[in-house]
């Protein structure tokens, strides 16, 4: 019989890692990897008896390639903390998995909710990520310390899944704000070598609210589209702002070892 390994990927998560859980008892293996939390998500997630694998984070690609090699499964489905499997979409997954004809790897469609609502603009459905369900072996990502890429390893195509998971990307609007805060930080590594102004930060992040509120019609998801499309102005531009910090601090700093 195929075994299915479910990972999830979870930093002081206490709120929402038990309905995550829940949401895929129905797999053979759930596998918590942790990055110490401090607010007792692995304990939570242990209670519900997930193996939890406690993993010193240096980047979202090398938390994931350490969370596959924590999977024993011959399929392994990837979901993150504010995530949940339907009852529709497991059903699918088990399906797949128990198909010898079946591909190596599949994006699987997300519902994303936002104060209060379906959001069915903005970017956010059906909201693909990386292949979500994939044979073990078959998928790797790259070292990217956010926004990580991936690699299918396989010669066939890339599935999709008719049925959707959920996803709850934020409790409040101070997740909203923590949320920007956390990934333009870690979004600035990757772009501190372009040359970047302030005035280029700025026009950057302007693009990404036109992007979302106009280009992908974030306007007809009413307060909440434009609540998106002011958060992605945000993270945008305070991405670009702290590369530019990174490298006026590293010309400083050049300046003073020189005089020194």
């Not at 008892?25 to 242990?46: M, P, R, Y």
């Not at 998971?165 to 409040?172: E, L």
């Not at 600035?188 to 930060?201: L, N, V």
Request: glycine share 6%.
């Amino acid at each position: 019989m195929t075994q299915i390994s479910v990972y999830i990927i979870a930093f002081n998560e206490a709120e929402k890692v038990r309905a995550t859980i829940q949401s895929v008892l129905w797999a053979d293996e759930i596998v918590l990897v942790d990055s110490w939390s401090t607010d007792g998500t692995a304990e939570i997630a242990a209670s519900m008896g997930a193996k939890v694998v406690q993993v010193q984070f240096n980047g979202f690609g090398d938390l994931r390639n350490q969370a596959l090699a924590a999977c024993t499964g011959d399929w392994i489905f990837s979901l993150d903390a504010d995530e949940r499997c339907t009852p529709a979409a497991a059903e699918e997954i088990r399906a797949i998995c128990n198909d010898a004809q079946s591909l190596d790897a599949y994006f699987v469609p997300r519902r994303n909710y936002f104060m209060g609502q379906w959001i069915k603009h903005s970017g956010w459905y059906p909201n693909y990520r990386q292949p979500q369900l994939f044979r073990k072996g078959h998928l790797a990502y790259d070292q990217k310390p956010v926004h990580e890429g991936f690699e299918v390893i396989s010669k066939m195509p890339i599935g999709y899944l008719k049925n959707a998971i959920w996803q709850f990307p934020f409790k409040n609007f101070a997740e909203v704000m923590h949320k920007a805060n956390r990934y333009s930080s870690l979004g600035a590594e990757k772009i501190k070598h372009k040359r970047i102004t302030m005035g280029s930060a700025f026009l950057h992040g302007l693009w990404a609210f036109i992007k979302h509120y106009v280009f992908k019609q974030g306007f007809r998801d009413g307060w909440p589209g434009f609540v998106i499309a002011l958060g992605n102005f945000e993270g945008t531009f305070y991405r670009y702002a702290k590369a530019f910090e990174m490298q006026k601090n590293t010309e400083w700093t050049s300046t003073l070892d020189a005089n020194n």
